[in-house]
């Protein structure tokens, strides 16, 4: 099963933008999970399907995920909030096949991870996705077109064939002009973006990043979620970032808000960086 949610039309005086996930009604026109002109029509990218996760650590069990459902179309940047604890990382290392559901389907572009071998969502995930770190995971020694590179490097390409889309992706986080930098001569926002544009060096489908800007300053946050906002929209990349901030999330399409292993609605600020909207909608469906 599909699961689109959307605005009950009886709520959407109330407070615009806001869904409740029990109530989710398929009449209501609202047209949530529009947000970018790809977002709004393309292919459903992922698809998490009453997805239960439980963790089982000396002799007691973490129910971290408790039947979560949600699809995310091609091109859309989907932020994930909520509490801590309340099962956000554990869903994005699902959707990354890094660890197994304990039921339900995860489905990226149509392919069922738990169906795959280890090797194949080895592979699966080199080739169609990129992940981002809260600690940018720049290799220090390495410049930042050579870290751009990487993902070519340990796939054994020469840096030269990798020089023209190392360049292209440079010039589209703004960075051309520090691509002979090493880490440590960055900024944490600049090396962010350098790690954004290695995220994209394989042309991913999908993009997973667990608190992006948890180390940045707010002017350095702001860069980071205008250019997520900008890669969703303008390269149909589909964005799932964790973050705690509605200031970024506001950034997003959708803003999926969990608690306590459970969806309990979603926001819809459309990318329009209304964080207000986000801070009282979240407070509303988590607080
Ligand atoms: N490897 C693990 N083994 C056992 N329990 C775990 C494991 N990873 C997470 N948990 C538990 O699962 C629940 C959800 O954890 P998760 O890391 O997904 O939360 P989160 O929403 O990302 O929190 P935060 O905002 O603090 O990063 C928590 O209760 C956590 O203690
Ligand atoms: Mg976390």
Known sequence: MMTELRQPADERGANPGTVRAPEADPRAKDGGETGGAAAADGPVVVEVQDVHKEYHTSGHVVQALRGVSVSIRRGTFAAIMGASGSGKSTLLHLLGGLTPATRGRIVIEGHDLARMTDRQRTHFRRRRMGVIFQDYNLLSTLTAAENVALPHLVDGNSARRSAGRVA??????????????????????????????????????????????????????????????????????????????????????????????????????????????????????AG
């Open 168 to 285: 292209e992706l440079l010039a589209l986080v703004h960075l051309s002009h520090r691509a002979d930098h090493r880490p440590d001569a960055m900024s944490g926002g600049e090396q962010q973006r350098v790690a954004i544009a290695r995220a994209l060096l394989n042309d991913p489908a999908i993009v997973l990043a667990d608190e992006p800007t948890g180390n940045l300053d707010s002017t350095q946050s702001f860069e980071i979620w205008r250019l997520m906002q900008r890669v969703a929209h303008e390269q149909g990349k589909t964005i799932v970032m964790v973050t705690h901030e509605a200031a970024g999330a506001a950034f997003a399409d959708r803003v999926i808000v969990i608690k306590d292993g459970v969806v309990v609605g979603e926001l819809h600020p459309k990318g329009s960086g209304d964080a207000a909207l986000v801070a009282t909608g979240y407070q509303e469906l």
